[in-house]
């Protein structure tokens, strides 16, 4: 037997399997980076909604990523929030993304229900280590916001309670993705912004 072809069609055999394999360790590689991601979405009149309803629909499309409607699950009722239940799938993602319209400088009520019932009856640093994002929308614009404007604070700085939520929980508060002088028209750029955020 010729000892060195042989180990010459091992070496080649290895070579071909470790490149075909590439791909395989590649994908589950960047399967298990990807973030399990919390989706909370919430509009006080849902007929009306087209910008969080496609912000939803965009992080429906972005693997890893649970969404939950609250106005689809629990309607309008802001005591029939099942708080045991949304703890729990709190506790099996490592970020939490709250979508919805500013409503009055503020997030909806359903949203706020949500909290109350949800992180409630919890202590500081219940959630160490994970993420909080805000997603939201205004159809004001500087006007409105900014230090020039009416209310004299950014569209983001609006959401200082959430940022003060996050902190207490123990949770790292992202950056918040504003879109201000919002229209529909507008749609699919900040879909495209949110899938890009969502993907980090």
Do not use: C
């Not at 360790?25 to 990807?34: G, I």
């Amino acid at each position: 037997m010729n000892w060195v072809h042989f180990f010459s069609v091992v070496k080649r055999v290895f070579a071909v399997t470790f490149l075909l394999l590439l791909p395989l360790r590649e994908a589950m590689s960047n399967e298990q980076s990807v973030v399990k991601t919390l989706v909370i979405v919430s509009h006080p009149y849902p007929e009306r909604s087209v910008l969080t309803k496609g912000l939803q629909e965009a992080a429906e499309r972005v693997a890893g990523v649970t969404v939950r409607n609250l106005e689809t699950i629990y309607g309008f009722d802001t005591r029939s929030i099942n708080g045991e239940e949304e703890r729990r799938i709190m506790r099996e993602h490592s970020r939490v993304v709250f979508i919805f319209p500013t409503h009055w400088f503020n997030i909806t009520p359903m949203m706020k229900a949500w909290l109350n019932d949800t992180w409630g009856s919890v202590g500081p640093g219940v959630w160490q280590g994970k993420d909080m994002l805000i997603v939201s929308t205004a159809a004001g614009g500087s006007s409105t916001y900014g230090e020039a404007g009416r209310i004299g604070v950014t569209l983001a700085d609006v959401f200082l309670p959430m940022k003060a939520s996050a902190l207490h929980a123990g949770m790292t508060y992202l950056t918040p993705l504003v879109f201000q002088n919002a229209s529909s028209s507008k749609l699919p750029d900040f879909q495209r912004q949110l899938i890009e955020r969502l993907k980090r």
